[in-house]
């Protein structure tokens, strides 16, 4: 009995030992630059074509970003992984349902386009019960941007989608 209990913790303690990053040694890169469009850092959602404040359902904002992990590099990408920071005014909101189409594009050192990457960031406005009403919201969002392992990135820009 003693035998196979020894047997079982042998296979547990060695044989599950994280064989995934034996394969995919990673190792810690300096962070690159983060910066935020000017023109797309702020998202509206409603009707963009009438300027009528009533067809506006919030307004959101770029407002701060954090790296959450070390920024590191494997065999197969690099990896950046970003807390964003967005605020959420909401001016005549029909539910309390937000999501916003994100871009970020990856420079090198000279400036150029690297890579363009597209995310959907979505969450909830915050609803203050005893005044019945909708409240300016924080909200913290993720994104994972994954680069080619061979490419130098220098900067990030980050910026809401324009949808026509």
């Not at 919030?58 to 605020?87: E, M, P, R, W």
């Amino acid at each position: 009995m003693k035998i196979l209990l020894t047997f079982f913790l042998f296979i547990l303690l060695f044989g599950c030992s994280n064989f995934q990053n034996k394969s995919k040694n990673s190792t810690i890169i300096n962070c690159p630059s983060v910066y935020f469009s000017s023109e797309n850092k702020v998202y509206v959602q409603g009707d963009i074509e009438n300027i009528d404040l009533n067809q506006i359902s919030y307004k959101a904002s770029l407002n701060n970003y954090g790296f959450l992990k070390n920024c590191t590099t494997t065999s197969i990408s690099q990896n950046y992984y970003l807390d964003l920071l967005i605020v959420v005014e909401p001016i005549n909101p029909i539910n309390k349902e937000v999501n916003f189409p994100l871009f970020a594009i990856i420079y090198d050192s000279k400036d150029q386009i690297i890579d363009k990457q597209f995310f959907r960031l979505r969450g909830e406005l915050n609803y203050n019960k005893t005044t019945e009403e909708y409240e300016i919201t924080e909200l913290m969002s993720s994104i994972d941007i994954f680069i080619d392992p061979k490419s130098s990135v220098s900067s990030i820009t980050l910026g809401f989608v324009k949808i026509k």
